[in-house]
Nanobody, 125 residues
Framework: QVQLVESGGGLVQAGGSLRLSCAAS????????VGWFRQAPGKEREFVAV????????????YYADSVKGRFTIPRDNAKSTVYLQMNSLKPEDTAVYYC??????????????WGQGTQVTVSS
């Protein structure tokens, strides 16, 4: 089974940037798409972004939630079995615990089989 560990969260001022990392173990990681989700206090977990399986930059496909489109990107480093969430132009409403997940592809959390522990992102105004 795949194990995922997120890191890179922290406190940043509005307009700043952060890069989250999702490190995976197991060779099966390359066979799965990786999604990013976030959950703010009192709210449901929501889709942020997803990238198709690792292994090819030429055929990479990404999809972003409207709320982050144009601000977030998902770089990957296949050699390190790591997918990133590059967050730019951060807004206070981006404050949430961010999770990476795999074993699915859509924006529906229930379709993903493996989840990291989450990392807190706090954006101050």
């Amino acid at each position: 089974q795949v194990q995922l560990v997120e890191s890179g969260g922290g406190l940043v001022q509005a307009g700043g940037s952060l890069r989250l990392s999702c490190a995976a173990s197991g060779r099966t990681f390359s066979s799965y798409a990786v999604g990013w989700f976030r959950q703010a206090p009192g709210k449901e977990r929501e889709f942020v972004a997803v990238i198709n399986r690792s292994g090819s930059s030429t055929y990479s496909r990404t999809y972003y939630a409207d709320s982050v489109k144009g601000r977030f990107t998902i770089p990957r480093d296949n050699a390190k079995s790591t997918v990133y969430l590059q967050m730019n132009s951060l807004k206070p409403e981006d404050t949430a615990v961010y999770y990476c997940a795999t074993g699915g592809y859509s924006g529906t959390p229930e379709e993903y089989d493996y989840w990291g522990q989450g990392t807190q992102v706090t954006v101050s105004s």
